[in-house]
Nanobody, 121 residues
Framework: HVQLVESGGGSVQAGGSLTLSCAAS??????MGWFRQALGKEREGVAA???????MYTDSVKGRFTISKDNAKNTLTLQMNSLKPEDTAMYYC??????????????????WGQGTQVTVS
């Protein structure tokens, strides 16, 4: 099992930046991902990273968001630049043992953080 705790959310103006962090109790051979859920919408994958640091992003954030991890600190980071009002959502960190392919399907992740709110106005 792995426990995840997100931090770094907040309110920013459009065009601004935020950095989200996810502290993990362990890493091991886990794939990690960031997801978001806006009011009235389904949870969607934003970015994911496998154990070899291969990354994938949803189209709407490509070129603006960067996912990375610090193995020494067991921390997953999402750097968000050029934020837009449509990025407003609750952001969640998720993890699951890698199974040979990287995915941003929420149903493929069994471990979740409590979420951190991002509001862009």
């Amino acid at each position: 099992h792995v426990q995840l705790v997100e931090s770094g959310g907040g309110s920013v103006q459009a065009g601004g930046s935020l950095t989200l962090s996810c502290a993990a109790s362990r890493y091991g051979r886990y794939c990690m991902g960031w997801f978001r859920q806006a009011l009235g919408k389904e949870r969607e994958g934003v970015a994911a990273l496998d154990k070899d640091d291969n990354a994938m992003y949803t189209d709407s954030v490509k070129g603006r968001f960067t996912i990375s991890k610090d193995n020494a600190k067991n921390t997953l980071t999402l750097q968000m630049n050029s934020l837009k009002p449509e990025d407003t959502a609750m952001y969640y960190c998720a993890a699951d043992p890698c199974r040979g392919w990287l995915t941003m399907s929420a149903t493929s992740y069994n471990y979740w953080g409590q979420g951190t709110q991002v509001t862009v106005s």
